[in-house]
């Protein structure tokens, strides 16, 4: 279904540009803390020891398979974060004669395992296509993965992509992007990744000493695809899978999956899941109560895994009741939401696909 609050779309193509104007650079206004927004309050990306303000070496590369006839520069492997595994591919459309914009795809896995190239065949290569072909910048990127144990936790990839963002932002005019006109997108964990940033409100850092840091995180849409709902994994039970008594301790113990659920907090002992430090980290990536009025559009669709009962790893991270409550959420606090649900009688009626939704907040004329 579609929701769209009667304030339109994040106003004005004027005020937006205002807006965004505020937010780069120095950050001077508007930079929100930990104190403020329960997003940061895990603290800043690690960036320590990392030249991020560093001129880009851009050499173009052969571009994959079956995407080498597309009228665009490829670039392969880009560095956009502190750490090895951060890189990004980059398709710049070729003869751009303004800032184009940006959509920021991150890739699949389960924060353990899954690749930027994952976009590169099926549907995402059509998406991808069509996108570039319309003069949008695509850049698909990796992050750090889980491991198990693992001190950091799901946050580790979540901040990889903020620096991604803010990296590609720091350097837009390098890449000829325009950095007020951006959608970050994803599948399954990737999804969850790119709806974190969609509504955990500025996470730039007012006179960082590394300019990264300094960029703004907003964004002007997100598309999450199999995603899940919120990673306050103990908000499933009461708000996502309410008519299956869910048992997310009792699931993991079944299927062996205790130590991911660690993992994925940065804890070692069960009894810490409600300690009031993995308490206050749920609330910092929990997406549903991050949520707010002045959030940015949502493409949301579950689509690929039937109406059952959660008892698969499978079935729990990508049921189309993830898709429900993104939709239940975003029509209590009137954000824009295109929703697709199946099964549960949720199906947008504009009919739009993840290609028009996203040329239509990046406000690019449909070819």
Not at 151 to 174: F, M, N, S, T, W
Not at 199 to 220: G, I, K
Not at 360 to 366: I, K
């Amino acid at each position: 279904m579609t929701h769209r609050p009667d304030r339109g779309i994040r106003s004005s193509c004027s005020l937006r540009s205002i807006a965004f104007a505020l937010l780069f650079g120095a950050c001077s206004l508007g930079c929100d803390d930990g104190d403020s927004n329960p997003a940061a309050a895990l603290g800043e990306p690690d960036v320590a020891g990392w030249d991020s303000s560093a001129a880009l070496t851009l050499a173009p590369a052969t571009a994959p398979a079956g995407l080498g006839d597309l009228d665009a520069t490829f670039y392969e492997g880009v560095s956009c974060g502190a750490f090895a595994e951060d890189l990004v591919d980059l398709f710049v459309p070729n003869d751009l004669t303004a800032p184009a914009p940006l959509f920021l795809f991150f890739h699949g896995g389960g924060f353990t395992g899954g690749s930027r190239t994952q976009v590169y065949g099926g549907s995402s290569a059509a998406d991808l296509r069509a996108l570039v072909d319309a003069g949008v910048v695509y850049a698909t990127a990796d992050y750090r993965l889980l491991s198990e144990p693992d001190a950091d936790g799901v946050i580790k990839p979540l901040q990889d992509g903020q620096v991604c963002l803010q990296y590609l932002r720091l350097h837009a005019e390098e890449l000829g992007i325009d950095p007020t006109r951006v959608v970050v997108a994803g599948s399954s964990a990737g999804a969850g990744l790119s709806l974190w940033l969609g509504t955990a409100s500025e996470l730039a850092v007012r006179n960082h000493e590394n300019p990264v840091l300094r960029q703004s995180s907003r964004v002007s849409g997100v598309v999450a695809l199999e995603t899940q709902a919120t990673y306050d994994l103990g908000r499933w039970a009461t708000d996502v899978f309410t008519e299956y008594n869910f048992d997310l301790l009792g699931l993991a113990a079944a299927i062996g999956l205790e130590g991911r659920l660690l993992a994925f907090f940065g804890i070692t002992e069960l009894e810490d899941f409600d300690s009031p430090a993995t308490l206050r980290y749920r609330r910092a990536v929990d997406m549903l109560g991050l949520m707010s009025h002045d959030d940015p559009p949502i493409f949301v669709r579950n689509q690929n895994t039937p109406v059952s009962r959660p008892l698969t790893p499978d079935v729990a991270f990508h049921h189309p009741a993830h898709a429900r409550a993104v939709y239940e959420r975003a029509l209590e606090v009137d954000v824009e939401v295109v929703a697709y649900a199946s099964g549960l009688d949720i199906v947008a009626p504009s009919g739009e696909s993840v290609v028009d939704f996203a040329l239509r907040v990046l406000e690019v004329p449909s070819p």
